[in-house]
């Protein structure tokens, strides 16, 4: 398996544009993470899915940011619109639920919005 | 309370020696405690990870202390290598709902082994 695969690698989007993250998750997992990397703030849980139905979404900053996830290999985090203090690294994981589970991360999207 | 503590933020430690992160939590409902590790422009990967009914874990060089009476746990790096630069993050799972795998994460340590 290729991983959990992440696009784009890179987006940098003006102020006020909607920009959408995307991910794979590895064939088989169950369930699926979207975090955010910041300097400030370390890896915050944005949200998480089992079985493409979302689990808890309270870590979503605000009403900009909405995530679905419409079946069990894709799923995208959309942002509308952007600010520049979304900047940051977008992460996502996915894992098979059970006792000792791990999480597989993606490479990340590095958002910059200016 | 969902979080987990962990100091110090940063680390610096010559080649060969021991390299120990400390981390701390509040909530009884965590039951499985993983260390990630993260490398510049990479994701987190699982490195070691534990549950709270053994005290200690060793895989390799790395090797996790656990004290559940004081909600504590730590990760130390023995012969610490340059290879070992990296951020680490001590992480909890929220046992719930047990089907399902939240995972909060500490806020990382940079570590930085000098040669």
């Known amino acids: 398996d290729a991983g959990v695969i992440q696009s784009p690698r890179h987006e940098v989007t003006e102020m006020g544009q909607e920009v959408t993250l995307r991910c794979k998750p590895i064939s088989g997992h169950n369930s699926l993470f979207w975090y955010r990397q910041t300097m400030m703030r370390g890896l915050e849980l944005l949200i998480y899915?089992?079985?493409?139905?979302?689990?808890?979404d309270s870590g979503m900053p605000e009403d900009r940011f909405s995530a679905k996830m419409p079946n069990a290999s894709f799923s995208t985090l959309k942002i509308q619109p952007s600010e520049p203090r979304d900047s940051a690294v977008y992460f996502c994981?996915?894992?098979?639920?059970?006792?000792?589970?791990?999480?597989?991360f993606g490479q990340g999207t590095r958002l910059t919005v200016v | 309370q969902q979080q987990v503590k962990q100091s110090p933020q940063s680390l610096i430690v010559q080649k060969g020696g021991i390299s120990i992160i400390n981390c701390a939590y509040e909530?009884?409902?965590?039951?499985?405690f993983p260390w990630y590790q993260q490398f510049p422009g990479k994701g987190p990967a699982l490195l070691i990870a534990?549950?709270?009914?053994?005290s200690e874990k060793k895989e390799g060089r790395f090797t996790i202390s656990f004290n559940k009476s004081a909600k504590q746990f730590s990760l130390h790096i023995m012969d610490s290598q340059p290879g070992d630069s990296a951020t680490y993050f001590c992480a909890a799972r929220v046992a719930e709902e047990t089907s399902y795998d939240k995972v909060i994460f500490g806020p990382g340590t940079s570590l930085s082994v000098i040669p």
């Open positions: 534990i549950r709270p009914d053994v």
């Open positions: 899915f089992n079985n493409n139905v979302p689990i808890d």
């Open positions: 994981a996915s894992s098979f639920s059970g006792l000792d589970t791990e999480a597989f």
């Open positions: 909530n009884t409902a965590f039951d499985y």
